[in-house]
């Protein structure tokens, strides 16, 4: 029995349970390969955000175990106190030199990286202009600012302009924050728009480039290095748990910021350092990236194959120009559904439905990956037919 004042739980649960809003978390007992066993069963994966298979990558592997030897297994403190390790600071000069950025800090997780950055850079007396679909952790980021938070239109820099000029004369500063991919959809926003109408009103700019680190740009240089803006946003925000395939977050860009964060960002003053396992991981996977652009063209070669050929299955997979492959069905349960079908044939694509994508925009988000050989994706191609025909869908 639920205790009465518990009892608006059972409510709540119930309630999106009605909707096909309830998530059921699958367990996996595998690495992120391109197969994977999943709740007992093995499953075709497009569902992990390894984009390059880097996870698993035995240079990644060999550098974990190397520095859990020579580290012990945490570090025991935040990083201004005692945890700052040299393998740290040798991946925080190490990714800012991939990215072409005057410095960089690294932090617990991307989602820490945006409460990092945004309260240290704007309070209650300053205005951020923030995309109506940016990520949770950027909202939330800004949330914890206090700042007056302008949303502006998806993607649209005209009406960025028309917002800043009408609230940026009412507060002290103004920073603009935008995802770089949009990770539910695949699109990116318009960087070089954006920052040309920030840069004439003098607004600080911010791009968090989780899903196009290791994806866009020369050799997964990220979504600056694709529009060629080097040393012109501010702010980069940066995760380690995508492409890259371990975990933490950076925060990359002009030294006057990143130094600044240094005195005043809480996650890295209150929260404990990353451990030297996954910080000797993370170099790895940087200096893999840095050698050679084999593991991003082969990203590609598999996004263009799979995208086109479900487009001519007559799947509509919205908006997207990256390997993130939205497939949109519209209701929750319908996608649910279509998940739990696919499953049954093999293959693992979760659905997402409300509030990670707004009401009535159900889909399952398939993410490919440079891991998967053409036979996968075939595989993953036939069962998206025949589920796709059996719920007419198409
Ligand atoms: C995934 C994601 C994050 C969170 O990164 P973690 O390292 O997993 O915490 C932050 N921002 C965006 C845009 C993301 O897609």
């Known amino acids: 029995m639920t205790e009465e004042k518990l009892a608006w739980i059972n409510d709540e649960v119930a309630a999106l349970k009605e909707q096909g809003l309830y998530i059921t978390i699958r367990t996996i007992d595998s690495p992120p390969t391109a197969w994977m066993v999943v709740d007992g069963k093995r499953v075709l994966n497009l569902c992990t955000n390894n984009y390059l298979g880097l996870a698993t990558h035995p240079r990644l592997v060999e550098a974990a175990k190397a520095a859990l030897d020579r580290f012990g297994a945490g570090p025991t403190a935040v990083r201004s106190i005692a945890g700052t390790l040299s393998l740290h600071v040798e991946l925080e000069k190490k990714v800012a030199a991939f990215k072409g950025v005057e410095d960089a800090l690294y932090v617990q997780s991307g989602f820490n990286a945006n409460q990092a950055a945004i309260p240290s850079l704007v309070g209650r007396e300053d ?53 770089g991919v949009f990770s539910m959809d695949g699109d990116i926003a318009p960087l070089d728009r954006l920052y040309e109408v920030a840069q004439k009103y003098g607004v600080m700019t911010m791009v968090d480039d989780a899903h196009g680190e290791g994806v866009l740009g020369r050799g997964g240089r990220g979504i600056v290095d694709h529009f060629g803006l080097h040393g ?163």
């Open 127 to 179: 205005v951020i202009f923030s995309d109506r679909l940016n990520h949770a952790s950027i909202i939330d980021g800004c949330r914890l600012s206090r700042a007056k938070i302008v949303v502006y239109e998806h993607c649209d820099p005209e009406d960025a302009e028309r917002k800043i000029r009408e609230h940026l004369p009412n507060y002290r500063r103004g920073l603009l924050v935008t995802d």
């Open 232 to 394: 012109k946003f501010d702010v980069e925000i940066g995760t380690f748990s995508k492409a890259f395939g371990v975990v933490g977050g950076v925060i990359a860009g002009k030294k006057v910021i990143v130094d600044w964060l240094r005195q005043r960002a809480r996650p890295f003053l209150f929260s404990n350092a990353v451990t030297a396992a996954d910080t000797a991981a993370c170099l790895a996977a940087v200096e893999i990236l840095d050698e050679s652009t084999e593991l991003v063209d082969r990203l590609w070669e598999n996004t263009r194959y799979f995208k086109g050929e479900m487009r001519k299955l007559g799947f509509d997979t919205g908006q997207s120009v990256t390997p993130i492959t939205p497939v949109m069905l519209g209701e929750a349960k319908l996608a649910k559904e279509f998940s739990r079908r696919l499953f049954d044939e093999g293959v693992f694509a979760m659905s997402i439905g409300y509030p990670t994508v707004p009401r009535g925009e159900a889909r399952i988000r398939v993410m490919v990956s440079a891991m998967l050989s053409k036979d996968d994706l075939d595989y993953g191609l036939e069962a998206f037919a025949k589920v796709g025909k059996a719920l007419g869908v198409i």
